[in-house]
């Protein structure tokens, strides 16, 4: 489906949604389920993090190549908003066994939304992300990670048992850690975006990548796949 007509049925949706009606009822017979369960870093002893990358605005195909090369595990967020508009890009970054989960259709601030919008924000990029990579994602990354209970719950009646916040972020001037000892820690989940050129100050996607798998390196770690630390 063309990226407008998407996002016109998305809106049309979401103000059907805000005038009461109730799609947001558990289907019929069914009990709803627990509210997702929200991780900050994975509980582990493997020497491993995490790689997440969000948003997904920037198309560097040197990025594709460089991940062709070291095989690393990452996760891809990716928002239609930001990313709808070339998501054949992350074809080959999903065919190397990368997931592409679920970061919201708009990058809404999902805690200024009603349940409904928040469905609609969770459960409309679902849909997206299945149609267009044939996978349901597992995974929710609230944009900001700012959450609170209602995404949660509007998250798990969208088949998403895991909200992924994260505990590391790498910034294009390198990586800001999140714990007082200014080291990573097994399980670490760590934040990086695919940046613009204009964002990345000079440096390119791929050279901030390989400073981040260096730094993880000197610190006697590896990355691992997060999917497979995870409930699906
Ligand atoms: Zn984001």
């Known amino acids: 489906m063309r990226k407008t007509v998407r996002m016109a049925l998305f809106l049309l949706v979401t103000a059907v949604l805000a005038a009461g009606c109730d799609a947001a009822a558990p289907a019929a017979g069914g009990a709803p389920p627990d509210p997702a369960q929200l991780v900050r870093r994975v509980p582990t002893h493997d020497r491993v993090v995490f790689l997440t990358i969000d948003d997904g605005t920037a198309q560097d195909p040197e990025f594709v190549r460089l991940m062709r090369e ?30 592409v989960q679920n970061h919201t ?28 990579f044939g996978e349901r994602p597992t995974l929710l990354r609230p944009p900001g990670g700012r959450y609170d ?73 590896s990355v691992a796949r997060l999917e497979d630390y995870l409930p699906s």
């Open 70 to 99: 070291l095989r690393t595990p990452f996760t891809m967020f990716l928002t239609d908003s930001m990313a709808g508009s070339h998501y054949r890009y992350f074809d080959p970054l999903h065919a190397l066994g990368n997931k």
């Open 105 to 132: 259709v708009t990058h809404a601030r999902l805690t200024k939304l009603s349940y409904e919008g928040q469905r609609a924000e969770i459960c409309g990029q679902q849909g997206i992300l299945e149609q267009e």
């Open 149 to 221: 209970a209602t995404t949660l719950r509007a998250a798990a009646d969208c088949g998403l048992p895991t909200v992924v916040l994260w505990s590391a972020s790498m910034q294009p001037k390198g990586l800001r850690y999140g714990s007082a000892d200014h080291r990573l820690h097994p399980g670490d989940i760590i934040l990086f975006h695919f940046f613009t050129p204009y964002e990345l100050h000079g440096t390119t996607l791929s050279a901030a990548t390989r400073t981040l798998m260096r730094t993880i390196a000197e610190q006697g770690l």
